[in-house]
């Protein structure tokens, strides 16, 4: 059984992974979510993924705007 802490590593993880699919970079994640209304200062941003502690909200809005269709969580 997972702990909340290695909940919080792998959503962490599975967002990291996405940029980097993308080549994707915390400015430009800034970017593209200020483009689908959603503001946060670069380093917000950077904190919120380096915790992996974020509302299911905030990963799907992460998600659409790296233009993610299908997401792998093995």
């Given at each position: ?55 299911a ?18």
């Amino acid at each position: 059984m997972k702990t909340e802490d290695e909940w919080a590593d792998e959503v962490k993880r599975i967002l990291r992974a996405e940029m980097t699919r993308r080549g994707i970079t915390y400015d430009q994640l800034q970017e593209k979510l200020a483009a689908i209304g959603v503001h946060e200062t670069n380093a917000n941003l950077r904190n919120k993924v380096a915790r992996g502690k974020f509302t299911a909200v905030f990963l799907l809005q992460c998600l659409s705007a790296l233009d993610a269709k299908t997401l792998n969580i093995n």
